[in-house]
């Protein structure tokens, strides 16, 4: 077992990359997740690889865009204000087919906003970010430990698919410490990337060329189509969830992720002390959503669902969708970067399912 | 029977969109013969900007990149700094790297980034239509300045040769011309020398390239390379602007 060390979320980020073979970062600074790029450019030219600066979130995703073409890990990190700025290069990514994982550190929004925790960039990353029909994977970590794997495995998940990942934390998991443990992985078996603009090398006859561009509707259509076909895919077999106290029957499943869904859990435990049974769905791929898992406790809830963010309310259409109409759907949020305490939540559900059983 | 003169092996054997008496055609060809001279081919990736030659990445024969508007440096230097002995170049026109793209442009060349960036200059929005572009002449009509550009309230023109060589990144930068064949062969010289700069990782280099747009422009092919000289020379004069490779600066 690998030695387990304290370390800040935001690096942590930047050492799971690194372990997975990142050969490039190109960032920008921006708050909360600037340790990022801090840490990016203290390790990564004594490896050997590349830390550069960018000009503005614009150019590091164009760099990204590049780099990922040419058949490397690459790594770019941001904060909100700087996801929209990156979101016209994500649809270029998606379009041109090429992995690459993206970190997002969110804060309160909209426009500058704030710089403390929040979960309102939910909607932008799990319905694409940028222009056009495309989907992005979005995991959520809820620990320091769980951004860890989940950036080592965005990486494997990127190459598997070619498609951009995003890793999503808030600015609270971005800077808090905790023990970590860098884990031998079981790696996946990945597809080569013979596409890539390594130049033809003596080895290829024909060009690569990396492109999102079909001026034929025909052609567009059918790229579109393709695309399609991988996120079924990808719906298939890249959901990841937890499901916490969810065993019988339940008064009503919190839904929430991230760091929100580490304070729903002592709600959860404070509620059971009353006898008021709460289940508690986590999701962690955000896209793609484990709308499974609601389906499965639309039966076991005697007062339906409450989604609980760091936002005024995005995760519940996904909630929404999934439920289908066949249970009651409950919200409990707070933004611009006030988080909720256990004892608030708990208030919240006893006023919903009428105090103690 | 010696062979003295054969299609480039940079180009590919298609029939490009341009439109007739273009100069796109001209410039492609410089490219390639340089990269194909200087035994750079198989190592070479260009990226490829949003214009007229978007799809310039259908025409050469080297892998290719195609960029969002504006940002071919930035993707180049993601493709130079992955693989450092790849051989990278960006074929930009003036809206894409005068305009949208001139962060990206400027900090490319303050980096010193080891690509070449092709800088065609033709005075026009192109692709959409005859717009007017950051390089228009004062008084040139475009859609968009359709009484003429006035420099009041639309701004004067970028000299964007003149700008980079202001960087100390920049090592090469150079203006040129294709509107006679004395002028084309001077910038197939720069063209090559830019790239044998970067070969030798000296540095960023920018060689500009005045070129003809006679669609946009409403003039036949030959009246629109009198145009060139007649007015565009005189606002963008041709010649090295840079060249830290012998420390001469201009």
């Known amino acids: 077992m690998a030695e387990k060390i304290l370390m800040k979320g935001n690096e942590a980020i930047g050492e799971a990359a690194i372990h997975a073979g990142c050969q490039c970062f190109f960032g920008y600074p921006i708050t909360p997740q600037t340790e990022v790029a801090a840490y990016m450019a203290r390790k990564m030219p004594k490896i050997g690889r590349v830390f550069l600066q960018a000009e503005s979130e614009v150019a590091a995703i164009n760099m990204v865009y590049g780099a990922a073409g040419s058949g490397v890990r690459v790594l770019t990190s941001s904060s909100s204000p700087g996801i929209s700025l990156k979101a016209e290069g994500i649809s270029y990514i998606a379009g041109a087919e090429l992995p690459c994982v993206i970190i997002n550190i969110v804060r309160g929004g909209p426009g500058l906003g704030g710089i403390q925790p929040a979960q309102s960039d939910y909607l932008q990353a799990t319905k694409g970010c940028g222009h056009g029909d495309y989907k992005m994977v979005v995991f959520a970590p809820a620990s320091v430990q769980e951004m860890v794997d989940l950036v080592q495995e965005g990486f494997d998940v990127a190459d598997m698919y070619r498609t951009p990942v995003m890793v999503m934390g808030d600015g609270m998991l971005g800077q808090m410490m905790e023990p970590v443990e860098f884990k031998e992985r079981q790696g996946r078996q990945l597809p080569s990337k013979d596409w890539a603009t390594t130049g033809l090398r003596g080895k290829r006859e024909k060009h690569n060329v990396i492109n999102s561009l079909f001026l034929k509707p025909e052609e567009l259509e059918e790229h579109n189509r393709k695309l399609q076909a991988k996120y079924r895919e990808i719906e298939n077999n890249e959901v990841k969830y937890e499901m916490y106290n969810c065993e019988g029957e339940v008064d009503i499943v919190i839904a929430a992720y991230g760091i929100t869904s580490r304070i729903c859990k002592n709600a959860v435990k404070m509620l059971e002390k009353e006898g008021i049974k709460v289940g508690l769905i986590r999701p962690i791929t955000l896209w793609p959503f484990p709308s499974k898992a609601f389906e499965e406790m639309c039966g076991k809830t005697k007062h339906g669902f409450i989604s609980v963010e760091l936002s005024e309310g995005q995760m519940i259409e996904d909630v929404a969708l999934a439920v289908n109409g066949r249970a009651p759907i409950h919200f409990y949020g707070r933004s611009g970067g006030m988080v909720p305490t256990p004892a608030e939540i708990a208030n919240k559900i006893k006023a919903i399912v009428g105090g103690a059983k | ?250």
């Not at chain 2, 310039?56 to 508007?69: I, R």
């Open chain 2, 1 to 250: 029977m010696a062979v003295i003169f054969e299609r480039t092996k940079g180009l590919l054997d298609v029939p490009t969109h341009y439109c007739p008496g273009c100069t796109h055609g001209v410039i492609h060809r410089l490219v390639a013969e340089s990269l194909e001279e200087l035994g750079v081919l198989d190592r070479a990736t260009g990226v490829a900007p949003v214009g007229c030659s978007v799809l310039a990445y259908d025409y050469f024969s080297c892998d290719m990149h195609e960029a969002a508007h504006g940002r071919a440096p930035a993707v180049a230097t993601g493709i130079k700094r992955a693989i450092p002995d790849s051989i990278v170049f960006t074929y930009q026109g003036d809206g894409d790297l005068a305009a949208i793209g001139t962060a990206e442009i400027v900090h490319a060349a303050a980096r010193g980034e080891r690509i070449t960036t092709i800088f065609v200059n033709n005075c026009i929005y192109g692709m959409t239509g005859g717009q007017m572009a950051p390089t228009t002449l004062p008084g040139q009509v475009t859609e968009t300045s359709p009484y003429g550009r006035d420099v009041n309230t639309a701004g004067h023109p970028i000299r964007v040769a003149e700008m980079i060589s202001t960087l100390d990144g920049a090592v090469y930068v150079e203006r040129v011309s294709v509107d006679s064949v004395p002028n084309i062969l001077k910038a197939k010289k720069a063209i090559k020398k830019a790239f044998e700069i970067q070969m030798q990782g000296l540095g960023f280099t920018l060689i500009e390239v005045l070129s003809t747009c006679p669609t946009n422009w409403g003039l036949a092919p030959v009246e629109a390379l009198k145009w060139l000289r007649e007015n565009m020379i005189p606002y963008y004069p041709l010649g090295v602007k840079k060249d830290a490779t012998t420390g001469e600066v201009k």
